[in-house]
């Protein structure tokens, strides 16, 4: 009884895990998919950004002594200002273009940002040495990094749902998204659309980085890693799907969490891409996508 | 304007895969590109032929070749071999040089990756055309190499490398090991958990030639003594998230847990067995835990930490404390185990150069094959018929409090070890 009752909690907890993984992917699946639905721009470089944000934390965290939370008041912002230099000088003069041009573009900027980071702050890793240690709930162990990513990937991506629901500018860019050509004939500016899509993707994604400096190591190369699990969230929650998007990020968090619990951690680094196959053969449009 | 609206969620998969590919691909392309600290021959002068210039007369620098992992993931210890690479050519150089003639230590970045490194040097020796070579970082990168030092008939001082498997196929004549061998490495590790009675044992490693030479050697070992092995797992090169696998590990009830690791995978096990509230009465880690750097990056979690080493800075070899105070000069930092290694290895070349008196490959191998020598590191270099080290001195370190202390074996130890490691929510 006892071996079936730990068997459980064991399940439970790798469960947990994952899902607290998952908000974070989250986070980065969404910037990448906002950006894409309003520009038809699949940014290559989304995980560099990511890998800037947690640089950033680490460097803050480290020679300051700053909480990575608090980093975020300025990494958030810091990460949109960016985005938005990037939009305005790089990307605006892809959008549009056959569709190589941008992969391209986004493709040298993420070798240019890598290239920098490897020169600037060296290949050594990295890791920020706050909230290590676990609080114990009914024989659980939750890592407290983990939690603390969690609630903070979780309230930004609802801010960011809520503003797009609700807020006149949030509908704004959803219209672009939906269709340029009208949102441009109904009076929307789109190219600050556009510059405010580009800068809130990156945020997003520097956010991501700053949690998940906190959980893994950091360094230069680490965003393809992460870039592979947006593209398969993507596939899987459905292109354009912000609700899918999240389900898909959650999902993918479980079932490596499971998939690493079950067979092992090389086959848990193969899910993403797994998935990414099986729904391109199954279901093209992803779970939560419409079909054309 | 117009043509923008005809892309589908098709057209997005077709991409995304598209784009996947391209990293892909890339990743490899990379490799290529990049080139270390290399220095370029100086245009109009003379190349000396390969490997069989015979020193006499020519005043041109003697070179040497190698590529070192400064890249990627084992980018941190590489540094240490580079450097110790470096600071031997410095001291060489202010002592006359080699033969008489100056050396020029050629180094090259293999990005941590196989046939990076097996490429650069074939370039090394038929472009360069390097006189000697001294051996990469890594287990995996020099298997790879090996087959080039073969083909072109260069020894190899494996500076960097120890998995059995380098030598136990007994066909390579020129590659020479510089310390004990991987699977060798948990010896002190696993008698001193079977004299604490401990009777379970879990391994895990990553998935490349040394870490998995490690780990299949702890086992065996494990099992000699006794010892239950209760889980045996591998994760990939560049890992990260190792926390179902802790969980396993702690729902198996492993009072030991040996990581067949290197820097980076070391720290993560610490860190995530931390989170989840995992507590080992031991733990130990191959590469990582007897590196500085896994305090500085620990604190005190590093505690309690047990690691094989092959070298500390206290030991009283021939010419070590020497060689501290050097390393430190140059570098501004405390030489690690595979410093020492670099510098052990360059110091039995030298010797081999030495002896011969020429820049003859055929007779450097037969000396580098019978040769006896004391050098930084404990015990001698010996090497067995196969080119294995056997003369060489393994160690076990534990951290306690800031520093390092050798615990094992008696006639190096400094200390004794401390144990059982206290549970995570009872250190202060």
Redesign the interface.
């Known amino acids: 009884m006892v071996g079936a009752d730990?068997?459980a909690l064991?399940l439970a907890?790798?469960v947990i895990?994952g899902l607290l993984?998952g908000a974070v992917y989250a986070l980065l699946a969404i910037g990448l998919n906002l950006i894409?639905g309003v520009m038809?721009v699949?940014n290559?470089a989304h995980g560099e950004l990511l890998m800037l944000g947690s640089y950033a934390t680490f460097w803050l965290f480290t020679l300051w002594g700053v909480n990575p939370i608090v980093s975020l008041v300025l990494v958030l912002p810091a990460m949109f200002l960016l985005g938005a230099l990037l939009q305005r000088t790089l990307v605006d003069r892809v959008v549009?273009q056959p569709?190589l041009i941008s992969?391209l573009l986004t493709?040298g900027l993420?070798?240019f940002l890598i290239g920098v980071a490897?020169n600037l702050w060296?290949?050594?890793?990295?890791?920020v040495?706050a909230f290590?240690?676990?609080i114990?709930v009914g024989g659980l162990?939750l890592?407290?990094?983990?939690v603390i990513a969690f609630v903070v990937a979780l309230a930004i991506t609802l801010a960011v749902w809520y503003f797009l629901r609700t807020t006149r500018l949030g509908k704004a860019v959803r219209a672009t998204s939906q269709?340029?050509?009208v949102a441009l004939v109904c009076g929307i500016d789109v190219a600050r659309i556009r510059l405010l899509a580009f800068g809130l993707g990156t945020a997003m994604a520097g956010a991501a980085g700053s949690l998940l400096a906190v959980i893994?190591?950091v360094?230069p190369?680490?965003g393809?890693?992460f870039?592979?699990k947006a593209?398969a969230i993507?596939?899987l929650g459905?292109?354009?799907s912000f609700g899918g998007a999240f389900v898909g990020a959650l999902a993918l968090g479980v079932a490596?969490?499971?998939?690493?619990?079950a067979w092992?951690?090389?086959i848990?680094?193969a899910v993403a891409y797994a998935i990414?196959i099986g729904v391109?053969f199954v279901r093209?449009?992803?779970l939560f996508?419409?079909r054309? | 304007?117009g043509?923008?609206?005809g892309?589908?969620?098709?057209?997005?998969?077709r991409?995304?895969?598209?784009?996947?590919g391209?990293?892909a691909i890339?990743?490899c392309g990379?490799s290529a590109a990049q080139t270390g600290r290399g220095s370029q021959p100086a245009a109009g002068q003379p190349a000396p032929a390969a490997g069989q210039s015979g020193g006499a007369a020519s005043s041109a620098p003697i070179k040497v070749g190698a590529s070192i992992s400064?890249?990627?993931?084992n980018?941190?210890t590489g540094l240490y071999q580079q450097e110790a690479y470096l600071l031997w050519e410095k001291q060489i150089n202010a002592r006359g040089g080699l033969l008489g003639r100056p050396v020029q230590m050629i180094i090259r970045d293999d990005q941590s990756d196989p046939s990076t490194g097996q490429k650069l040097y074939e370039q090394l020796i038929t472009d360069d055309k390097v006189d000697l070579i001294l051996g990469p970082y890594s287990s995996g990168v020099t298997q790879a190499v090996a087959t080039v030092a073969e083909k072109y008939r260069y020894p190899m001082l494996a500076a960097g490398a120890s998995a059995s498997d380098l030598w136990s196929r007994g066909d390579r004549k020129y590659l020479f090991g510089v310390y004990s061998i991987a699977e060798s490495y948990f010896t002190g590790v696993v008698e001193i958990a079977q004299k604490e009675g401990y009777r379970t044992i879990a391994v895990v490693s990553e998935?490349t030639l040394f870490p998995k030479s490690t780990a299949n050697g702890t086992v065996k070992l494990a099992q000699d003594k006794g010892l239950q092995v209760v889980v045996q797992?591998?994760?990939?090169q560049?890992?990260?998230?190792?926390?179902?696998?802790i969980?396993?590990v702690?729902?198996a009830n492993a009072e030991v847990l040996v990581g067949g690791s290197y820097?980076?995978d070391a720290?993560?096990l610490t860190?995530?067995a931390?989170?989840?509230?995992?507590n080992p009465k031991l733990l130990a880690f191959s590469v990582g835990a007897a590196m500085p750097d896994f305090g500085e990056?620990?604190?005190k979690?590093a505690d309690y930490v047990f690691g094989p080493s092959m070298w500390e800075p206290e030991l009283n070899t021939p010419g070590n404390q020497e060689f501290v105070r050097a390393y430190m000069e140059m570098f501004n930092r405390e030489p690690d185990y595979h410093s020492a290694a670099g510098y052990s290895a360059c110091q039995v070349l030298e010797a081999a150069v030495n002896a011969v008196g020429a820049l003859d490959n055929q007779r450097i191998r037969d000396w580098l094959s019978s040769a006896e020598m004391e050098t930084v590191l404990p015990g001698k270099y010996k090497v067995d018929a196969n080119g294995m080290m056997i003369g060489h001195d393994a160690i076990t370190v534990q951290w306690q409090g800031p520093n390092k202390v050798i615990v094992w074996p008696a006639k190096y130890a400094q200390g004794t070890y401390k144990l059982p490691t206290p549970a995570?929510?009872q250190r202060t």
């Open positions: 730990a068997g064991a907890q790798v895990s993984l894409f038809r699949i290559i549009g569709l992969l493709f993420s070798s490897l060296t290949a050594n890793y990295r890791s040495p290590s240690g676990s114990v162990a890592s407290i990094s983990r269709n340029t050509e893994y190591t360094y190369e680490m393809r890693t870039l592979m593209f993507i596939v459905g292109l354009g490596e969490a499971l998939a690493a619990f092992n951690t090389q848990a680094e990414f391109l093209p449009s992803g996508g419409v054309e | 304007m043509g923008r609206d892309l589908s969620r098709r057209d997005f998969l991409l995304a895969a598209g784009a996947g391209v990293v890339a990743g990379q400064t890249t990627g993931s980018a941190r998935d797992e591998q994760y990939p560049k890992v990260a998230d190792v926390s179902s696998l969980q396993k702690k729902a820097l980076p720290l993560l860190r995530q931390k989170d989840l509230d995992y990056s620990l604190g979690d995570w929510s």
